[in-house]
């Protein structure tokens, strides 16, 4: 079984192919960061046409490099949501054209199912595991039992993970996307120089909270001499930033372990899968790691280049999806929201 799989949700054009042997034949991709970096943000309307004007080029790459044929491909799949709705129907209509002219299969992925089916790909973990979404627009906990599966057990009631981090390293200077320039910025960083808070740290169930965090960074720059900051003030402020994540990350999923351990969902072999662009950060990671070495819990997380969005995920769950007999109508409407959870709140965080 081998289908190809389009990404176009946020800022990152990217088609792959993968094969039910868990192998990725081809993987192209096109980050807009150059694009974006003069508005230290993604702005919605320039990544649309960017996926438009590179989609086309990097489907023909990747069959190319894979191999094959539209006609050898058993299903075409795209990210139909949730993310930036102009890059979404960008993808999902190329796919649609791709399926519709090849005969095949159209399946919509849900851009979240594709972070956290994506230890499934890289590590055939297998249900149920618990897993830690940290994206740029999404931080959850969810326990997974199988593809469309999902129980929801702590979420952010305000912003993400990655979200904080973009938005506490434009206040510090740095470039665009934040969160990879903020941990090379920590690397020589005195973490607890500065006094950070570590929201929800503590408190029962396992929901988090950056927002705080990102005003008492602002508090802290307040207290810093204006311009740009000193290499050893940026150091020590994104070292802070970063530790205090992982401290709130690492305290709360081991809340989550309980809740899963005490109620039988943990099953026999109990494994943590952290899944979104912020588990490419190694801070996060070795802590994620030493705690589940403590508990007793496999711990599993993707390589960098699989966290952060790419179309081999994509192509992955929807190969899972196949597998089921889970295609869809070519008349998919995309969805800018799209939770995972039958019973997601209202506000997943901001972003999408
Ligand atoms: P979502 O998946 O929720 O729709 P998204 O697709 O924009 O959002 P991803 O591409 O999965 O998000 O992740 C991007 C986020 O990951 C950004 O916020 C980015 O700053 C963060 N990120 C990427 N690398 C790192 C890193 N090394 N350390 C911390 N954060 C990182
Ligand atoms: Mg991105
Ligand atoms: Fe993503």
Known sequence: MIVLGLETSCDETAAAVVDCDRRV?????LSQYDEHRPYGGVVPEIAARAHLDHLDGLVAEALRVAGVRLTDLDAV???GGPG???GVIVGVMTAKALALASGRPFVAVNHLEAHALTARLTDAVSFPYLLLL????HCQFLEVRGVGAYRRLGTTIDDAAGECFDKTAKMMGL???GGPALERAAAEGDPDRFALPRPMRGRPGCDVSFSG???ATRQVLDTLPPGPLSARDLADLAAGVQGAVADVLEERTGRAMTRMDQDGTAGSAPTLVVAGGVAANQTLRARLNALCAVRGWAFVAPPLGLCTDNAAMVAWAGLERLRLGL???????PRPRWPLDPDAPKRTGAGV
């Open 134 to 137: 940290v994206s740029g627009g």
């Open 213 to 215: 965090l990102k005003t």
């Open 25 to 29: 034949l081809a993987q192209k991709l």
């Open 327 to 333: 295609t869809d109508p070519l008349d998919f409407r």
């Open 84 to 86: 930036l709705i102009g």
């Open 77 to 79: 799949a795209a990210t």
């Open 175 to 177: 470039g665009h996307p």
